[in-house]
DNA sequence: ATCCCGAGGG
DNA sequence: CCCTCTGGAT
């Protein structure tokens, strides 16, 4: 099942996966990736995005949601990076999330996809969804789940997991009504409606 | 009305 | 733990 899953947030360095990252939240990435080419072509780097006018950054953004913290987020972190970090894009989760609008998640995007560190798993809402339907975790905390699936898979399997994972979720293992007749996984899901 | 590759604040 | 932030798609 999906061989071949990658990270469909559309980039081309770490910089450009951290800002779609922090874009994608509560938002489809297809949405992130329509606006992410004027965004990157007008800010191409931290210190271009950190002098970015609030007003001009919030009219870019706008169509993904949470415009005026994403913004925020966005300003903020690109100056932490020029401050703290020579303008480059940290590689542990500490580091990663003591930028503002970084959390885990996005933390753990950023190791796996950029830097090929899967120290952790990317939780995010079809992950956490699918691992409690397949009874991977009785956990509902992204934290708590993350604890339970890097108990499970080994370092190799993590990255691949978690777009495989999302592939599943938008393609079968839907939140509303999940087309388990279409599903390779349904005569070992406990959750399975046939 | 519910969901989308969440994070921060109370 | 809870709540809020936000627009677009279904």
Redesign the pocket.
Known sequence: MYPDS????EHENAFQLLVA??L????????VNLVTPELFARFPTPAALADALQEELEEII????????KTK?LLGLSAALEDRFDGRVPSSVEEL?S?????????N?VLG?AYGIAEGV?V???VK?IAYRLGLTRQ???EMVEQDLIALLPEKERVVF??RM?DH??AIC???KPRCAECDLHDICPSSLV
């Open positions: 990658r990270c469909s947030l990252t922090v994608s939240a509560q938002c489809t990435d297809a949405r706008r169509t993904t949601g949470f415009f005026r913290s987020s999330t930028l503002p609008g970084v959390g885990r998640k996005t933390a995007v996809v990317v995010d809402t079809h969804r509902t905390d992204p978690t777009h999302i979720g938008r839907v939140a509303r």
